[in-house]
């Protein structure tokens, strides 16, 4: 007989009944609160077009990096997953078969947060009972195909279902962001926000800088052929994208190094990566020098300023070339906030009213360095705890080697940074259990009163994405 | 209704009921111990003058940069917090209205080390009954100002009352040590003890290095033109602070970076610095090389060496212009303890009689590299869990680190390491806790039987402090 | 009245009751199941001979260097402990005095894997009753004497008694092996098996490279002293290691740094080498190079390749002159899995039939590095907890920065990697309770169901190993 998926109601609070009993109370006051989502990479198009989700394999598998990933790390090749190769090689076109290897390869996601955020998603969200394996693969696949027909498993009745605030897509800024027009036009009241990502033109070494640099110059109607001319459209850009709704921007870099140049020595890099002849080098600096530009612009115009450093990218250049990017071969490295950060810290980081938030994967610079500059820098949050570490222990450390120092109120909230459109409620669901149970052990061992643990789930929940994404 | 201070009796040990009943019964057995302060930064000249303390904001907002550096980073300035400013800039007198703020933000120190000792002092030392907030702060206030006008709460009063044994405090080499003869003559029979940190004559970097040497000259009577009247100097002030009280010595470091140069090198790189000409990297070698001259010194007068390495000082340019050094702006950097300790360790280490007593922030090495040296090296002991980790979580993870590999046996107890003298008996107490918490995890997990673990809370309270620091 | 030692038979788990119950339950499954020890140093001679072992301090003390090294921590010279010196100096004969010592010494153990260990071993191997200190010491020599001299205390007897199932010893190319013939010819139906180790032909630095290299020629009949012969003759020699019964090889490194020089470049080298004439640099870089070789060599032969890279060896000069290599001075160091692996995984990791074992003891890279390196390379397993860290704490640390994002599946089971033979049983039931303590937690909090942990369990114990190291 088929097992039943248990989610348990106290899934992932400690064992210890009084502790339990705290966190499970604190929980219950944040669990149907509304999701704010400041931060991720949902597809907007989904909701202009609304159209149902095409089948389990599709909207479960081959999107989620973190899934496919795993099965490869055992053996199975990508090609038999039908991850699309980008060099125009043959990929299993059969979802039933690809999703039969799911099944039979479950229990490589035990204690893993995919395995967690699956059964969340294929019990709430999707309303199967039983546990996927070898044996039940088929009949879920066709339950889910069902499912998936029905008009409230549409993107935005979804969305609607899931009871999302705000939801913050992740944007190029040569995007010409019309589906938040059509959005708008189409009469749906969601707040669906750009964040303004330049790593497109702010990467020199970043594939065909050349043509994205063209077609900053085309949307923006400035001439980027110049570096000043470059300057001032990524600022016309940032205008149109705070009109547009967002509130913050978002930096993905190699390191969080940070520098200032001269503006004749950026103007002759510039120059250089315009006629093709741009070095490494000069792409790390000139990388550490736009971090401090865009600085700059938040300070200006008050947009969050996020970053996310510390990943070497396509660290396997078989599947890189096979496949492209995020594939499941980027890799944290070890990091020094304590000297990249400083430049700008030092310039921007004791303005009040601007807000730096950084995330790091690599977990020795929470309690090292981060919570001592985030415990000081008025301008400084620490990012949560970010990919790998988005996890039930991963969490857990987080808070524990960041909250002695910097206090939570350093820190800012939940961000799901996810793809995965259906994984948005299980991603907020753990964190806010996990955070129900890092205050119920502070509550039970006398570190804090109940009722400060209960305005801090709520300020962990609400208080500071909004105070800090400015929603 | 105001809400009471909830200073539990069983605060900070695990929830689970039969390992906190463990943990309660060891820490039941050295709770009104007296107090060992084997490293710290107390003004002696409190217990000079013993007057009265000034009021509480004096007492423990100005001088406290645990707790005004957070306020800092939520945006307060440090000018509405009182902190002096050696740029001549004004800065608040309003005592009260600072005082004020400190109510307003209490909630930023929640499950914070400074927040867990604000409650004990506030509750233990000066007996207020109710929470500190916005609302309660000028009537806490009044109660602090009444509370600090009894003869009970005068310094040499407080001291006997936190039943402190001995107060080592931490001196430069060109300081007089009168407060010494000073407190002995008064008749009042208290063991404050100096401790010898010659950083600003090691540091060819320190501020005002040559003026320094000068006063060393003046104080020692040898001419430290030179370097071999410079090292007679020290060897000389080394004797005087022994026969003061002196059992230790103290080396506050960028890194721990250990090397010798031979003599010639090491008179020119003097010379250098004395016709003010050394260069940065002079100094960094000329600071390696006195550690080990001060290793040397210790093996034949038998002070206990300390070193504290791996703090990035000063980071913010901003802040140390207008309000100088110690002002939150202190990073701890990663650290390198296998090859910096390796020349110290291999001409000293193997000495039983000497003790060199090695604290870090960067607990990456505690299990990697520290528990390993000493767990080998006979003159090699793990200081306790420093600055932003003399915590609660700090503490546990510090054990777990090193107990396993070098056992509590080569480590050396606590350390208060507190300019803020009412918070003493806070920080102690949090540390015999989380001692008897860590101990009874053993026994409650059968790793240890209760009689060892009996004999451990022992050690670790009094044997090992009085062992390594020469008690 | 001596105390009894007390191996609860719940020790290693948590004391919460519900889930210690889980716990329980889960190790009581493995708690009986014969041994497997893929990795360790155990000298097969002891079965070969299968002589008494002689007396409790030569099998307990005198090749333990975590014991010994902790007793020289606290100043107890190892010349006392009997520690045979390789400059022929004196050192202790009288065994009872070495092992009173220890008795002693006894609390430097508390809480230390030593400390288990060694209970164990005392009370279920040999059958000792009462605690090991300085009142019961000599009486507990004399019973220890008295087990020795019973024929099932003899090396195969206890073999037997230990339920092992096979057992790899670690070998150089030019040992004989003939150990393995012997075995079996004696009719001793014991799967007792070799693993390739070649660090001592591999590294150009080692001592007696030279001598090696002739040995190697010789017991190969290839001629070493070209770079063609001694990849021949290492291939050769890997056929009959593969012959004798070994299915992997080790490299014990000083970093994970993997690049392949061109032919021409890695004979130049080795000519150097030959010659007497290699650097420190052409040393790292010819290890290096050798390590894709034998990554190379296992991808065709189809041995489990294991690095154990990141030890400082020898880091006490003075003892090594007096004592030689493994006397507790050896010490972790900080590594760079992400860079170092790279040309080796690139080239090879995509295998799916090749097996790379990964050990370290940076435990700062199982988040960041590994478990996302093994959770993508095919080829790519993490290495059990080694050395200082294979441990109580240091391996639930491991599982709890290595399951979630890896899985348990991209990890190998259990090895004890020891010397000490008698204490195989205590290091295989430490890892079976540790393992049963974090599944059972993960069953407690409700992040999986039950049985997935009793699955999980008997991979961790008996399946991963097997399929790991192709037994």
Request: overall charge negative; charged content about 25%; aromatic content about 10%.
């Amino acid at each position: 007989m088929p097992k039943s998926i248990d989610l348990h109601e106290d899934r992932y609070f400690a064992s210890d009944p009084a502790e339990r009993k705290i966190a499970k109370n604190l929980y219950m006051q944040v669990k149907d609160l509304s999701i704010l989502s400041p931060h991720g990479h949902v597809d907007p198009n989904l909701f202009v077009e609304n159209k149902p989700f095409p089948d389990p394999t599709q909207l479960l598998v081959i999107p989620d990096h973190y899934l496919f990933r795993m099965l490869y790390s055992q053996g199975i090749p990508l090609e038999k997953l039908g991850i699309p190769r980008t060099d125009g090689g043959a990929t299993e076109t059969d979802h039933r078969k690809i999703w039969q290897i799911v099944g039979e390869n479950i229990h490589l996601f035990r204690g893993t947060p995919t395995g967690m955020w699956l059964k969340h998603e294929l019990r709430e969200v999707l309303g199967i009972q039983t546990r996927l394996c070898a044996a039940t693969a088929m009949d879920i696949y066709d339950q889910i195909v069902d499912a998936l027909a029905k008009p409230e498993n549409f993107p935005r009745a979804m969305y609607e279902r899931f009871n999302i605030e705000v939801l913050s897509t992740t944007d190029f800024p040569t995007d010409s962001l019309e589906h938040v027009d059509r959005i708008r036009e189409s009469g749906w009241n969601a707040r669906i926000v750009p964040a303004f990502r330049p790593d497109n033109v702010t990467d020199l070494m970043h594939k065909d800088w050349r043509g994205h640099i063209d077609r900053l110059s085309e949307i923006s109607g400035e001439d980027c052929s110049s570096y000043n001319g470059y300057i001032q459209a990524l600022e016309k850009r940032r205008v149109f994208f705070k009109e547009q709704g967002a509130t913050s921007t978002d930096h993905g870099v190699f390191t969080a190094l940070t520098l200032e140049l001269d503006h004749r020595e950026a103007e002759k890099i510039y120059a250089r990566a315009i006629h093709g002849q741009a070095t490494p080098q000069d792409a790390e600096v000139f990388t550490g020098h736009m971090l401090m530009e865009m600085a700059r612009m938040s300070c200006e115009d008050g947009m969050t300023m996020q970053i996310h450093s510390g990943v070497f990218r396509n660290h396997n250049p078989a599947i890189y070339a096979k496949f492209g990017t995020d594939k499941g071969c980027d890799i944290p490295i070890a990091e020094d906030m304590v000297r990249h950060l400083k430049p700008l810290l030092n310039k921007y980081g004791n303005n009040p009213d601007f807000t730096l938030i950084v995330f790091t994967m690599d977990e020795t610079v929470f309690a090292r360095e981060l919570a001592p500059l985030a415990g000081h820098y008025p301008a400084l949050k620490i990012g949560p705890a970010w990919w790998f570490n988005d996890s039930r222990e991963g969490m857990l450390r987080y808070r524990r080697m960041t909250t002695e120092t910097a206090g939570i109120y350093n820190t800012v909230g939940f961000n799901d940074d996810t793809r995965a459109f259906p994984s948005i409620p299980a991603r907020h669901d753990l964190a806010r259990r996990t955070d129900a149970r890092y205050l119920a052990e502070l509550v039970a061992e006398h570190v804090i009163d109940l009722d400060e643990a209960e305005e801090m789930i709520m300020d962990l929940t609400v208080n500071l994405p909004k105070q800090n994404y400015k929603f």
